[in-house]
């Protein structure tokens, strides 16, 4: 205990900041990740339909780039990084539904239940966002 009469503070406080910087981070790189893959898949299936639209194809690279440009430039503010990504997230949900290839009967209702698999995990997504960007700003 004689370390706490010195400063006040455990030799490795220090240390657990750091790893709590690291875990940051990671959360953040696999995120960016995450949201430029599904930007890609947009991509992927735009491409594999017999005429493609050029609109898909802007949005998902447009998309990427945007993400892109949050992880490289967006570094002094992690708040400002959440946001980004809860927003590229959200546009990759909001405009897959048009970029669906116009499918006969048999596939609307794999359609439908991809569409309300994906609204679910991206509520997921932007719920575990917002949490963490609670813990960020009450520290």
Not at 48 to 63: A, G, H, K
């Amino acid at each position: 205990m004689a370390y706490l009469a010195q400063d006040s503070s455990p030799p490795f406080a220090g240390y657990h900041a750091l790893v709590a910087i690291h875990l940051m981070y990671v959360f953040l790189i696999y995120s960016a990740i995450i949201a430029v893959f599904m930007a890609g898949a947009i991509w992927g299936r735009t491409v594999e339909q017999p005429s493609p639209r050029w609109v898909p194809l802007l949005f998902s690279n447009v998309l990427a780039l945007f993400v892109l440009f949050l992880a490289l430039f967006v570094t002094d503010s992690a708040l400002l990084l959440i946001a980004g990504l809860i927003l590229a997230h959200c546009m990759n949900l909001l405009f897959e539904p048009f970029c669906s290839p116009q499918e006969d009967k048999r596939l609307q209702d794999d359609k439908t239940s991809y569409l309300k698999l994906r609204t679910i995990l991206t509520t997921v997504v932007i719920s575990s966002h917002l949490a963490f960007a609670f813990i960020i700003y009450s520290l």
